[in-house]
């Protein structure tokens, strides 16, 4: 019985080794983000009017909160109102806004694995929506939080590349701590 339990006990062992640990994971994911940062423009500080913030795909990728989780790079401001320097159509909290999105691993990337871009920027048939800043919601919760940080600053009709860190992005990749490169259009719902 004592051979048995020894056995069992060195199994787990064997097989504990082969396996990442969270925290293994996560310093994974924070090299492969640091990479691929390092060959962006990156502007740590965010400007005070939407309409200042560069656009394009040469434009800085802001970091929007202060743990460095989500980077955002604006492609297209959307409609700003001129007198306000805000969003002429801006997202108000329980808004439904449609998104169309593409997005790549980093951490394939990072690991020299050639991966297709996915997502449904191209599938009409595959509709995908969140309630703005409603965090009880699962078909709101499961796109993370992450992609609603760029309506602070922007209205629908914008469009933005995020990376976004696992922490706050899709459910289905916090647990592998799996890094995003993301585009992602904004849109009103048309009753």
Do not use: H
């Not at 400007?47 to 989780?69: K, V």
């Not at 329980?94 to 991966?115: P, T």
């Not at 599938?123 to 939080?145: A, E, H, I």
């Amino acid at each position: 019985m004592a051979l048995f339990l020894l056995t069992l006990s060195g199994a787990g062992v064997a097989s504990c080794s082969k396996t990442e640990s969270y925290s293994e994971l996560l310093r994974e994911e924070e090299k492969a983000v640091n990479w691929y940062l390092a060959s962006q423009k990156v502007s740590i500080e965010l400007p005070e009017d939407s309409i200042s913030f560069e656009t394009g795909t040469d434009a800085p990728f802001y970091r929007l909160d202060e743990n460095g989780y989500v980077y955002m790079q604006v492609i297209n401001k959307g409609d700003v109102d001129p007198v306000t320097n805000r969003p002429a159509d801006p997202v108000k909290s329980g808004d439904v806004v449609y998104f169309r999105y593409m997005r790549k691993s980093i951490q394939d990337l990072y690991n020299g694995v050639e991966s297709d871009w996915s997502g449904n920027s191209d599938n009409l048939t595959q509709p995908t929506s969140f309630v703005y800043k409603n965090t009880y919601l699962s078909s709101t919760t499961q796109f993370g939080t992450g992609i609603q940080m760029p309506l602070k600053f922007l209205g629908y009709g914008s469009e933005v590349n995020l990376v976004l860190k696992s922490y706050y992005g899709f459910s289905i990749d916090q647990t592998y701590c799996i890094p995003y490169i993301m585009n992602i259009r904004y849109f009103k719902p048309e009753y």
